[in-house]
């Protein structure tokens, strides 16, 4: 599983790369988890506002942090 962070490096996308090792952790999964900051393959994926969750190529979320809790349900 490939988990990417979009984001130029803010404080809302740290927060939802640190959610995201957080709910990996809570439910013993592996993933690369990846920062995208660069604005050029950020814009690829078509999304209105960062931070944006990714999984596996699929824009999952964009414009939120989500809390561990909503996380593991993508990790399933």
């Known amino acids: 599983m490939k988990i990417e962070i979009l984001g130029i490096g803010c404080p809302k996308c740290k927060m939802l790369y640190e959610n995201v090792q957080a709910a990996l952790e809570e439910t013993g999964k592996e993933a690369e988890v990846v920062k995208v ?12 506002a960062t931070p944006a969750l990714v999984i596996d190529g699929e824009v999952k979320s964009a414009g939120r942090i989500l809390p561990p809790e909503e996380l593991k349900v993508f990790l399933k």
């Open 37 to 48: 900051e660069d604005l050029a393959k950020i814009t690829e994926y078509a999304i209105m």
